[in-house]
Every structure is written in C-alpha cells, then in structure tokens.
C-alpha cells in the first residue's frame, strides 16, 4: 500500500472511530439517566438519613414555625450512638480473607497468598476503609468500596481499597439482588478540581471534561443542562481558580460469542474470536489436518470508560471479570421506590416525635408561673416593702385585715404536664432503639444488675437482628477477596517483596506469577486480631489451660499467642524466641511424659465421673421403684378385698 492510500484511508478511520464513540456517549447517557431516574427518591431518603445521623433533624417549614413561635428547636441525638454501637460491633468482630486452593498442586505453591492478602490489606488500610463503607450501609442502606491500583506513589502499582461516597453512586435500575450482584452497569460521577481532570486527561479539551448532563437532578424544579452547558455556579468560580467539573465513570459487560478450539498436540482447549477460529481451522484444512474440535459459548467481557463531555477513555474492565467496586446493601425498598435502607430511616419518626415532646415540654414549662402570687393592690399596706420582704427568710410580710380570709391574695399554681405527656415521651424515646433492633444491652447503657451471660445472650439478640447488614459486609468482602486476588496473580506478582508473617517468625519473600497461579475459593473467617475473637479464643483457652498445660508445645504457643491480649510487640517477640528454640531430646522426653499423665489424669477423671453417674442413676432408680410400690398399696387400701368377676368382655391382657 502506498502512502498516497494510506492517507486517504486515514480520516476513514478516524471519523468511523469518531462515529463509534458517539454511539457509545448516547448510549452511556441514555443509561444513567434511566439508572438515575429510577434511584432519585433513593437518594432524596439517603440525604435524609445522613442528616439525622449528624444531628440536622428539623426541616427548614419546621425551623421557620418554630422561631415565629418562639419554641426553641430541642435536638437531642439518639441515633448516632445506635449507629456507633454497631459500627463498633463490626470493627471488634473484623473478619479475615482467606485462599483456599481447588487443586492439591496449588496449595504447596500458593500457600502464601492469603498472607500476601493480609499485607496487601494492611498496606491498604482496607479494614478500616470497609467499616466506613459499613457505616455507610448502616445510615443509608448502601455501602460501596472501590479496589484499584494507584500508581501515583508506586510506580510499579500500589494496591488500594477506598471507601466511596454512596451518593456518587448509580447502578443498574433492574438490579434485583443483594449486593448488586445482578447489576449489568454501574456509575460513579464524581466532581473534582478542573485542574484534576485536566491531570487525569492531558490530551482532552478543557472544555470536553465536564460532564454537565450528569447534574444532579434529585432536587425539583430543576432544569435539565444539556451536553456543553455549563453550570452557572462553575463559571462563576473559574474566575477564581476553584472551577469544578464531573467525570462520570462507567463500568459494564457485553456478552460476546467466543468459540473453544482443541488443540489436537495437547487435547487442551483454547479460547479464541469467531474469527480467529475460522483461519485457524482453515489453515488446519490447507496442512491436510483433520477438523479441529470446536465449542461454542457466550462470555462476559468486562469494559470501562470515562466520560465528560464526550468519551475520554475507553478500556478493558479494571478488574477482569468483575467489578472493582464492592456494594454491599441493607433491606430492599418497595419496588416504586427503588434502592434500599438501613436503620436510619425507621428510627427518623420516633427521633421527630422525641424532639417535638421534648420541645413541646419546654415550651410548656417556659409559659407556665414559676411560683408568685396574685393579689389585689388593697391587699397589702405597702406594696413595695412587701415585696421586698416575701423573698427572704424569715422575715414578715404583713397584709391588709381581712385580705387572707377573703382570698385577696393567692398563690400561682406550680407548672404542671397534662397527664401522660411523660409517658408519651418516654415511649418516643424507647421506640428510637426498638425499631432499629438494637437494644440497651448492645448499647452498654443497662443500669440494673443482671448476669453477665444474660446481658452476653441479650447482646447476641440483638446482633441476630442485625445479621442482614453483617452477611452482606462478609458478601461484599468475598468480592474484595476475589478483586485482591486479581490484582496479585496479573500485576502483582512481579517480583516485589511482600512481609508474610508465618510459621512463628516475619520473613520477606518475592511475588512472582509462577508460585501465584492457579484457581482459589475465597473463604471469609474472623480475624485473629478481631477483640471479640481474642476475648473468645484467649477465655476457651485459659479455661482448659490446667489440663492441657503439659501438652503445650513452642509449636502450640506460636499459634495460641495471636490471640492473646498481650501487645503485638511484645508477640512478635515471643514467637520469634519459641521459633529460635531448636529441638531439645530430654525435653521432648518430658513433653511425652507429661503427655501420658495428662491423658491419664483425664482418663481417671471421666471414669471416676461416669461412676459417679451411674450411682447416681441406680440410687434414682430405687427411689423411683420405692414411690411406686407405695403408691399401689395405698391403691390397694383404698380399692378394698378383690370383688367377683361381673359377666361381659373378658379385660385385655
């Protein structure tokens, strides 16, 4: 080809790629503003929530009343503390990610991964990024956390895990599942710096990275902006440098038919294109081969773009075959409505019915006489030394004759409630934990005495309540689990060095792609660092401690310590000292001593306890055997002498 035909051929390609980027803009389009559209009222409510967690719980209509009125608006926040108790429950029962391999092979290769993980995550802050997003879930019904690579600060790729404002979120309108876990697209519009944008986008237009058709639009009346309208707000602060613009980013599959050829040398299957299929079985028929074996199928392809005013960027999904943002959902709002909630949103009209008593109290004790009297002018011989002498202690206040029997002078009544206004109070304030499930118990704020293990199984009740929004938190994590551990085996696993602690000691070691292959189920367990699984294991443990303490091992203590309150220094310094202890033979000869006498003492003890069971029963028994045979002669005594068979049926036998 000449380049005279290369050139013409050019702008061919260049206006057929232009033409498929705007397809794909109204195409993108098209789909947030339905995904929108159907999650406004969504995130109407979640404002909401996120209002009263913060103590904003007056509408401004109320706020205006109020002040005409005269009324001071009484906020007092209940619901804060029932939604720090349950992030608090979540960060002291964290939970662990784990590896589990599928073939035998890959467990002696790979036996580091979930350790890798575990550094990844700690590199990452992940925990603490996914109880943000659980408060999230907890306010508004929806948590999101975003996995990626940043490479800012690593040039190689860091691993990163942030916690993401829902309300940045859109996702698939018929999204049904938990999770969304059936979404087919999901957005993030997120509003940054122009100046941020542009360093994300040096090639792009200023002014094609503003995506204006993304406005938020939840509030009516609002106008719709269309494509290459700017807000009049942003062009006010381009004057000063603070200029703001959104970039809205896209993540959705297609379906695409790829075909499986056999590889007749080997017998494995290749995954190729129809068309990489079809030359490849045509250059089979011209060497004279037989036909290939094929295999049909539909797969996922995951894809990626950013858009402002046009199409940015447009790249294969971040993730592989997943999403690399996590959701994790609360209850599921009705189907006209759309989204979902958490525990805010039924505690909100108890919350306003709390406020408007408590209001309503001090409105009534502020109008109301605090004590002082009524009387007439006559009643008194001086007005003004009778005032002066009524306050204070123990002098005399003289009056008129008469003026007392005739009831010329009378007391203001004391500020009294109408009848059950406290109780109506009281019932407010109680139903803010009622309907949210979370009980005093939970709350730590139950003032009478009780056993420890009832207050333990009223604090259980509570958390069986709150399941749903755990389990979905253990479901988001498997998808974290799963992302973290695509991003090891295809970026990761170059060689860098990771910190794996294992075996009674920390030790470096290198990623590299050979020893991180293979296909893993990841399983989601609790974190040995987790205070409640520490509380657990260490109080099990102390308690069969005097049995077992012969049958005690470095081996054993290297693995008992991670669960120990003791401070992690102090830890890892112990279990690099057992670690260090070389095998002693007069000490594994005691060890197997104390061995048999342990198992023999626990021997005596259950014989000796089964004895004491079995006599037990046999002196139960007779006890038994005694009560009947009195009771049938005192039957006996009662019925009298043996009366002569009467005629008719013969008794059963």
Not at 271 to 290: C, H, K, N, S, Y
Not at 299 to 310: D, S
Not at 450 to 456: H, I, K, M, R, S
Request: charged share 25%; proline share 6%.
């Amino acid at each position: 080809m000449s380049e005279t035909e290369t050139d013409q051929d050019a702008p061919g390609a260049d206006e057929t790629a232009r033409l498929e980027r705007d397809a794909l803009l109204r195409k993108i389009m098209a789909w947030y503003r339905t995904d929108r559209d159907a999650s406004s009222r969504w995130r109407k409510e979640a404002r909401l929530d996120y209002d009263f967690a913060a103590g904003h719980q007056w509408s401004d209509q109320d706020l205006a009343i109020l002040r005409e009125q005269g009324r001071p608006p009484v906020t007092f926040n209940r619901i804060l503390p029932v939604l720090k108790a349950v992030a608090g429950s979540e960060v002291n029962s964290r939970q662990d990610i784990q590896y589990l391999p599928r073939e035998i092979g890959d467990s002696a290769l790979n036996e580091v991964l979930t350790e890798a993980g575990r550094y990844l995550s700690q590199e990452a802050q992940a925990e603490d990024e996914e109880s943000d997003a659980f408060v999230d879930l907890a306010t508004c019904g929806l948590g999101c956390v975003e996995m990626r690579l940043d490479y800012e600060v690593n040039p190689d790729g860091a691993y990163v895990e942030d916690r993401v404002d829902p309300l940045e979120m859109v996702w698939d309108a018929s999204a049904r599942k938990r999770n969304l876990d059936d979404a087919r697209r999901i957005f993030r519009a997120k509003t940054m710096d122009l100046a941020e944008a542009e360093a994300m986008f040096p090639d792009a237009d200023p002014e094609d990275l503003d995506a204006a058709w993304a406005e938020d639009r939840d509030e009516a009346p609002h106008r719709q902006i269309q494509p290459g309208e700017h807000r009049s707000d942003r062009e006010r602060s381009a004057e000063y440098g603070t200029r703001r613009v959104t970039i809205v980013e896209v993540q959705w599959f297609e379906r695409v038919r790829v075909v499986l050829v056999g590889d007749p040398a080997t017998g494995q299957m290749q995954e190729m294109d129809e068309a990489t299929a079809a030359t490849v079985q045509r250059r089979a028929a011209v060497l004279g081969m037989p036909d290939l074996p094929t295999f049909g199928r539909m797969k996922r392809v995951y894809r990626r773009a950013f858009v402002g005013n046009v199409v940015l960027e447009v790249t294969d999904g971040p993730a592989g075959d997943r999403f690399s943002y996590a959701f994790m959902t609360g209850d599921r709002d009705v189907p006209r409505v759309g989204g979902w909630f958490g525990l805010v949103r039924p505690m909100r009209e108890p919350q306003r019915f709390a406020n408007a008593w408590l209001g309503q109290t001090l409105d009534m004790l502020n109008r109301q006489a605090k004590g002082g009297l009524l009387m007439e002018k006559a009643a008194v011989p001086d007005q003004t030394e009778f005032e002066a002498s009524y306050g204070k202690p123990g002098a005399v206040s003289w009056v008129e004759d008469g003026a007392l029997r005739s009831g010329a002078i009378k007391e203001k009544p004391l500020p009294q409630l109408p009848a059950g206004h406290f109780q109506l109070m009281e019932f407010a304030i109680s139903s803010i934990r009622d309907s949210s499930g979370v009980n005093l118990e939970l709350l730590g704020m139950k003032s009478n005495d009780q056993a420890g293990v009832l207050e333990y199984q009223r604090k259980q009740a509570a958390l069986t309540i709150l399941a749903t929004l755990f389990d979905a938190l253990r479901r988001a994590r498997k998808h974290i689990g799963r992302v973290r551990l695509f991003f090891i085996q295809n970026f990761l696993s170059d060689g860098r060095l990771v910190r794996i602690a294992g075996d009674g000691a920390q030790r470096v070691i290198p990623l590299v792609r050979d020893v991180t292959a293979g296909e893993y189920d990841v399983v989601i367990d609790d974190a040995p660092t987790s205070p409640n699984q520490k509380e657990v294991v260490w109080q099990t443990f102390t308690g069969i401690f005097p049995v077992i303490k012969d049958l005690i091992t470095p081996q054993v203590l290297i693995e008992i310590l991670p669960y120990s309150p003791f401070p992690d220094s102090f830890v890892a310094k112990m279990r690099d000292l057992l670690a260090s202890q070389g095998a002693d033979p007069q000490a594994e000869q005691q060890r197997q001593i104390g061995m048999q006498t342990a198992i023999a003492k626990i021997q005596d003890l259950t014989a000796g306890a089964n004895l004491k069971n079995a006599k037990a029963g046999r002196e139960q028994a007779l006890a038994h055997q005694d009560a009947a045979h009195a009771a049938v002669a005192q039957m006996t005594a009662l019925a009298g002498p043996p009366q002569p068979a009467q005629p008719g049926f013969a008794p059963a036998a």
